[in-house]
């Protein structure tokens, strides 16, 4: 959508404050995200890559082609971070049955746990956002 489309009204100071705020919040959830899988000793793309393959509900098994597309990489990156995921034994690749070009994923225990802990971390700091980022979007959707 163009800045000056027709049809679009223009944004207060108050609401362009509110995306701001708003913006300025996710980025400091972001940096909490990044520092929490750094303590844990998790690259955050490895840790967004743990949680993607935890939350994967479809039918067919996790592949690398899933983790391209969720992560918004490259297939070859996600080849990349799925071979250094499998060398730090946080996951698993095994060959699917029905189609063996195909490289199904699952996190190992020890990845599980790691997720566990930072979910736990994570939830508890949505907890404290989540009214911040609600009021902060209030001029905005009001």
Not at 39 to 68: C, E, I, M, Y
């Amino acid at each position: 959508m163009e800045a000056d489309a027709p049809g679009t009204a223009a944004l207060s100071r108050e609401q362009y404050a509110a995306l701001a705020d708003f913006r300025f919040r996710l980025r400091r959830f972001l940096a909490f995200s990044e520092a929490a899988a750094a303590r844990a000793g998790l690259p955050p793309q490895q840790h967004q890559a743990l949680l993607t393959l935890a939350g994967h509900v479809r039918r067919a098994p996790a592949t690398v082609g899933l983790l391209a597309e969720q992560l918004l990489i490259a297939p070859h990156s996600a080849a990349e971070l799925v071979s250094r995921m499998v060398e730090a034994g946080l996951l698993t690749k095994t060959r699917a049955v029905e189609d063996r070009r195909r490289s199904e994923l699952s996190l190992t225990p020890r990845a599980e746990a790691l997720l566990r802990t930072l979910t736990d971390a994570h939830l508890a700091e949505l907890r404290d956002l989540a009214p911040a980022l609600t009021e902060a979007l209030g001029p905005v959707t009001r």
